[in-house]
């Protein structure tokens, strides 16, 4: 995702209602009120296993990067949407306005990297990203990873974000993937799948391991 299709998130990050809308006319994930919330809940999953600095790809307005840098675990959101970028500093979050494609610091050197609230759609090919956040990864650091509940199985394809009271956005490559379908591509890159959960949200944690 591009600058200018990010911008389209600027209005939802306002607070307005919004719905991510599939090419095929599905009605994808999106939780614009949990991004502007502070972290709570089921992020404590996600939170509590990061032990060292991580990277938060897709950091919306920083509610995640806020809550590590407040337990003092070194951490940095990067978001190509200006408004997520100027939310987060406006909660003390350490933030780079940039693609997660892009060169980024501390490549290799990574504890952890986060991708979050259907983070793992960016690009669309969780495949790609998945192999992204590897590289960015140091040997036997971690991703922990939102999935969707297991039965949703993976969808490709072209999305747009419809938001109450402005312009339906432009379209750009996502994708979703449940829990069982993203430890399956996981396991066929060669990443060692660890701990789990599946509540009211799924996570899954991979492992990046030296020398794959």
Known sequence: MNASQAAVFDA????RPARLV?????????????WLAPADGEDDWLLDRCIGPTL????????????LAGRGVPALGVDCSHSA???CHSRGAPVLHRDVFAPLPGEGRWHHVLLADGNIGIGGDPVRLLLRCAALLRPDGTM?????????GLWRGAARLQVAGAATGPWFPWAVAGLQTLAALAAQLGLRIGNRH??????????HVSGR
């Open 198 to 207: 599946c509540g009211g949200r799924c996570f899954i944690e991979l492992r």
């Open 144 to 152: 922990l990873v939102e999935a969707e509940h297991p039965g949703a």
């Open 22 to 34: 599939g090419d095929d006319g599905r009605i994808l994930p999106v939780a614009v009120q949990r």
């Open 56 to 67: 938060d790809l897709g950091c919306g307005p920083g509610r995640l990067v806020a809550e």
């Open 12 to 15: 939802a990050l306002a607070g």
């Open 85 to 87: 970028v100027r939310q």
